[in-house]
Protein backbone atom coordinates (compact mmCIF):
# COMPACT_ATOMS: atom_id res chain seq x y z
CA UNK A 1 0.00 0.00 0.00
CA UNK A 2 2.65 2.27 1.17
CA UNK A 3 4.37 1.65 -2.45
CA UNK A 4 1.31 2.60 -4.49
CA UNK A 5 0.82 6.03 -2.64
CA UNK A 6 4.63 6.86 -3.20
CA UNK A 7 4.00 5.75 -6.39
CA UNK A 8 1.18 7.98 -7.20
CA UNK A 9 2.83 11.02 -5.27
CA UNK A 10 5.63 10.54 -7.79
CA UNK A 11 3.71 10.53 -10.64
CA UNK A 12 2.21 13.94 -9.48
CA UNK A 13 5.26 15.85 -9.43
CA UNK A 14 6.01 14.72 -12.57
CA UNK A 15 7.89 11.53 -12.31
CA UNK A 16 8.71 7.87 -13.29
CA UNK A 17 6.48 8.94 -16.37
CA UNK A 18 6.11 6.73 -19.77
CA UNK A 19 9.10 8.33 -21.72
CA UNK A 20 8.04 10.28 -24.99
CA UNK A 21 9.35 11.13 -28.02
CA UNK A 22 10.52 14.78 -27.57
CA UNK A 23 10.43 17.13 -30.93
CA UNK A 24 13.20 18.80 -31.50
CA UNK A 25 13.63 21.83 -33.53
CA UNK A 26 16.34 24.40 -34.71
CA UNK A 27 16.75 27.75 -36.08
CA UNK A 28 16.79 25.92 -39.96
CA UNK A 29 12.89 24.24 -38.65
CA UNK A 30 11.04 26.97 -36.73
CA UNK A 31 9.48 27.73 -39.99
CA UNK A 32 7.60 24.24 -40.79
CA UNK A 33 7.08 23.50 -37.17
CA UNK A 34 6.67 25.99 -34.70
CA UNK A 35 5.26 28.91 -37.15
CA UNK A 36 3.03 26.61 -39.33
CA UNK A 37 -0.29 28.47 -39.52
CA UNK A 38 -3.00 26.21 -38.79
CA UNK A 39 -4.68 27.16 -35.89
CA UNK A 40 -3.10 24.58 -33.52
CA UNK A 41 -1.46 25.53 -29.97
CA UNK A 42 1.78 25.16 -29.51
CA UNK A 43 4.27 25.32 -26.70
CA UNK A 44 7.58 25.70 -27.76
CA UNK A 45 10.17 25.20 -24.71
CA UNK A 46 13.54 26.20 -24.10
CA UNK A 47 16.05 23.94 -22.79
CA UNK A 48 19.44 23.01 -22.47
CA UNK A 49 21.25 19.40 -21.42
CA UNK A 50 22.71 21.16 -18.26
CA UNK A 51 19.71 22.67 -17.39
CA UNK A 52 18.35 20.87 -14.05
CA UNK A 53 14.91 22.24 -13.69
CA UNK A 54 14.52 21.88 -17.67
CA UNK A 55 15.09 18.36 -17.44
CA UNK A 56 12.92 18.00 -14.25
CA UNK A 57 10.39 19.42 -16.48
CA UNK A 58 10.23 17.75 -19.67
CA UNK A 59 8.01 14.36 -17.95
CA UNK A 60 5.63 16.55 -16.96
CA UNK A 61 5.60 17.99 -20.44
CA UNK A 62 5.04 15.38 -22.21
CA UNK A 63 2.43 13.25 -20.01
CA UNK A 64 -0.25 16.33 -20.84
CA UNK A 65 0.04 15.05 -24.61
CA UNK A 66 -2.84 13.04 -24.70
CA UNK A 67 -4.82 15.42 -22.21
CA UNK A 68 -4.60 18.74 -24.24
CA UNK A 69 -4.88 18.90 -27.91
CA UNK A 70 -1.10 20.57 -28.36
CA UNK A 71 1.77 20.80 -30.30
CA UNK A 72 4.93 20.77 -28.03
CA UNK A 73 8.85 21.46 -29.88
CA UNK A 74 11.87 21.69 -27.73
CA UNK A 75 14.51 24.15 -29.00
CA UNK A 76 18.40 23.79 -27.52
CA UNK A 77 19.37 27.25 -26.44
CA UNK A 78 23.05 25.97 -26.73
CA UNK A 79 23.04 25.46 -30.20
CA UNK A 80 20.43 27.94 -31.93
CA UNK A 81 20.22 31.87 -31.93
CA UNK A 82 16.71 32.03 -31.58
CA UNK A 83 16.72 32.18 -28.40
CA UNK A 84 19.16 35.20 -28.66
CA UNK A 85 17.68 36.80 -31.23
CA UNK A 86 13.83 36.71 -29.19
CA UNK A 87 15.99 37.73 -25.55
CA UNK A 88 15.23 34.53 -23.81
CA UNK A 89 17.19 35.28 -21.00
CA UNK A 90 16.40 32.25 -18.42
CA UNK A 91 15.19 28.39 -18.74
CA UNK A 92 13.22 26.82 -18.88
CA UNK A 93 10.87 29.40 -20.89
CA UNK A 94 7.81 28.33 -22.75
CA UNK A 95 6.21 30.35 -25.32
CA UNK A 96 2.38 29.83 -25.73
CA UNK A 97 2.66 30.06 -29.89
CA UNK A 98 -0.94 29.74 -32.06
CA UNK A 99 -0.49 30.39 -36.21
CA UNK A 100 3.36 31.77 -35.74
CA UNK A 101 2.26 34.50 -33.06
CA UNK A 102 3.20 34.63 -29.98
CA UNK A 103 0.02 34.69 -27.16
CA UNK A 104 2.32 34.86 -24.21
CA UNK A 105 5.11 33.34 -22.11
CA UNK A 106 6.09 31.83 -18.53
CA UNK A 107 9.63 30.54 -16.92
CA UNK A 108 10.35 28.24 -13.91
CA UNK A 109 9.31 25.13 -12.79
CA UNK A 110 5.70 24.21 -13.42
CA UNK A 111 2.83 22.08 -11.57
CA UNK A 112 1.44 19.79 -14.32
CA UNK A 113 -2.24 21.87 -13.92
CA UNK A 114 -0.58 24.93 -13.86
CA UNK A 115 1.07 23.76 -16.83
CA UNK A 116 -2.11 22.99 -18.82
CA UNK A 117 -4.57 25.59 -17.15
CA UNK A 118 -1.87 27.88 -19.10
CA UNK A 119 -2.06 25.89 -22.51
CA UNK A 120 -5.74 26.23 -22.51
CA UNK A 121 -6.09 30.12 -21.41
CA UNK A 122 -3.86 31.12 -24.15
CA UNK A 123 -5.41 28.17 -26.77
CA UNK A 124 -8.99 30.62 -26.00
CA UNK A 125 -7.05 33.68 -27.02
CA UNK A 126 -7.70 35.52 -29.99
CA UNK A 127 -4.71 35.52 -32.61
CA UNK A 128 -3.37 38.90 -33.40
CA UNK A 129 -0.03 40.72 -33.56
CA UNK A 130 3.29 40.51 -35.81
CA UNK A 131 4.33 37.10 -36.02
CA UNK A 132 7.17 35.79 -34.50
CA UNK A 133 10.71 37.20 -35.30
CA UNK A 134 12.81 34.49 -34.24
CA UNK A 135 15.22 35.80 -37.70
CA UNK A 136 16.48 38.43 -36.05
CA UNK A 137 16.88 41.81 -38.33
CA UNK A 138 19.50 40.58 -41.01
CA UNK A 139 23.06 42.42 -41.41
CA UNK A 140 25.22 44.41 -44.60
CA UNK A 141 27.99 43.59 -41.75
CA UNK A 142 30.15 40.50 -41.35
CA UNK A 143 31.77 39.59 -38.12
CA UNK A 144 35.40 39.94 -37.62
CA UNK A 145 37.25 38.34 -35.16
CA UNK A 146 39.52 40.79 -32.97
CA UNK A 147 43.04 39.82 -31.49
CA UNK A 148 41.30 38.98 -27.90
CA UNK A 149 39.64 36.21 -27.29
CA UNK A 150 36.54 38.25 -26.02
CA UNK A 151 36.10 39.03 -30.14
CA UNK A 152 36.46 35.63 -31.52
CA UNK A 153 34.09 34.46 -34.11
CA UNK A 154 31.72 32.72 -31.74
CA UNK A 155 31.31 35.48 -28.96
CA UNK A 156 30.74 38.00 -31.29
CA UNK A 157 27.85 35.77 -32.84
CA UNK A 158 26.31 35.04 -29.91
CA UNK A 159 25.41 38.48 -29.10
CA UNK A 160 24.62 39.01 -32.68
CA UNK A 161 21.13 39.92 -31.93
CA UNK A 162 21.57 42.18 -28.78
CA UNK A 163 21.91 45.76 -29.68
CA UNK A 164 22.82 46.85 -26.05
CA UNK A 165 25.45 44.22 -25.59
CA UNK A 166 27.58 44.67 -28.81
CA UNK A 167 27.65 48.47 -27.57
CA UNK A 168 28.57 47.01 -24.47
CA UNK A 169 31.45 44.80 -25.46
CA UNK A 170 32.86 48.00 -28.20
CA UNK A 171 32.97 50.30 -25.28
CA UNK A 172 35.59 48.41 -24.08
CA UNK A 173 38.05 48.81 -26.77
CA UNK A 174 37.71 52.60 -27.44
CA UNK A 175 40.65 53.05 -24.69
CA UNK A 176 44.18 53.99 -26.46
CA UNK A 177 45.78 50.80 -25.32
CA UNK A 178 43.29 48.51 -27.25
CA UNK A 179 44.70 46.20 -30.31
CA UNK A 180 44.15 47.45 -33.68
CA UNK A 181 42.41 44.01 -34.70
CA UNK A 182 40.35 44.37 -31.20
CA UNK A 183 39.37 48.69 -32.71
CA UNK A 184 38.29 47.02 -36.11
CA UNK A 185 36.41 44.17 -34.97
CA UNK A 186 34.63 46.56 -32.01
CA UNK A 187 33.79 49.07 -35.26
CA UNK A 188 31.73 46.15 -36.90
CA UNK A 189 29.89 45.40 -33.75
CA UNK A 190 28.91 49.15 -32.86
CA UNK A 191 28.24 48.96 -36.81
CA UNK A 192 25.02 46.17 -36.00
CA UNK A 193 24.60 47.69 -32.98
CA UNK A 194 23.10 50.78 -34.66
CA UNK A 195 21.50 48.54 -37.19
CA UNK A 196 19.28 46.95 -34.73
CA UNK A 197 18.97 50.06 -32.41
CA UNK A 198 20.15 53.55 -32.85
CA UNK A 199 21.35 54.96 -29.58
CA UNK A 200 23.22 58.07 -28.54
CA UNK A 201 25.47 55.86 -26.16
CA UNK A 202 26.01 53.77 -29.34
CA UNK A 203 26.62 56.69 -31.63
CA UNK A 204 28.83 57.59 -28.23
CA UNK A 205 31.04 54.28 -28.78
CA UNK A 206 31.26 54.79 -32.50
CA UNK A 207 32.65 58.59 -32.48
CA UNK A 208 34.97 56.90 -30.04
CA UNK A 209 36.44 53.99 -32.24
CA UNK A 210 36.47 55.89 -35.61
CA UNK A 211 38.76 58.81 -33.57
CA UNK A 212 40.85 55.70 -32.08
CA UNK A 213 41.36 54.57 -35.98
CA UNK A 214 41.85 58.77 -36.68
CA UNK A 215 39.18 58.69 -38.70
CA UNK A 216 38.20 62.27 -37.59
CA UNK A 217 36.14 63.30 -40.54
CA UNK A 218 33.56 60.06 -40.14
CA UNK A 219 34.27 60.83 -36.10
CA UNK A 220 32.77 64.28 -37.39
CA UNK A 221 29.62 63.15 -38.68
CA UNK A 222 28.90 60.47 -36.03
CA UNK A 223 29.36 63.22 -33.08
CA UNK A 224 27.06 65.38 -35.42
CA UNK A 225 24.28 62.58 -35.78
CA UNK A 226 24.39 61.76 -32.41
CA UNK A 227 24.08 65.52 -31.26
CA UNK A 228 20.65 65.83 -33.51
CA UNK A 229 19.65 62.42 -31.64
CA UNK A 230 20.53 63.05 -28.13
CA UNK A 231 18.86 66.26 -29.12
CA UNK A 232 15.73 65.47 -30.27
CA UNK A 233 15.33 62.63 -27.30
CA UNK A 234 16.15 65.25 -24.53
CA UNK A 235 19.57 63.16 -23.65
CA UNK A 236 22.90 64.24 -22.20
CA UNK A 237 24.99 65.86 -24.78
CA UNK A 238 27.91 65.98 -22.77
CA UNK A 239 30.37 63.55 -23.68
CA UNK A 240 29.41 64.00 -27.92
CA UNK A 241 30.51 67.96 -27.00
CA UNK A 242 33.40 67.04 -25.17
CA UNK A 243 34.19 64.48 -28.46
CA UNK A 244 33.64 67.66 -30.92
CA UNK A 245 36.38 69.69 -28.95
CA UNK A 246 38.85 67.39 -29.57
CA UNK A 247 38.74 67.63 -33.41
Known sequence: MFNRIAL???MSMGWMLPAQAQTYVTDATMDETVMQENDRMVVLFFTATWCGPCQYMKPIINSIKDEVDVDIYYLDTDNNTADDILHVTSIPTYYFIKNGRKLGQTTG???????????QRHDAMTVTGDLLPYRGKPSKFSIKEGHSKELSYDSIDKVWYDAAQLNATAWNYTSESSHLQDVQAALVMINRSIELEETVSALETKAFLLLRLNRKKEAKLVIDQGLKLARKRNEFTGILEGLLERL
Not at 109 to 119: C, F, G, N, S, Y
Open 8 to 10: LIL
Open 109 to 119: TLKRARLIQLI
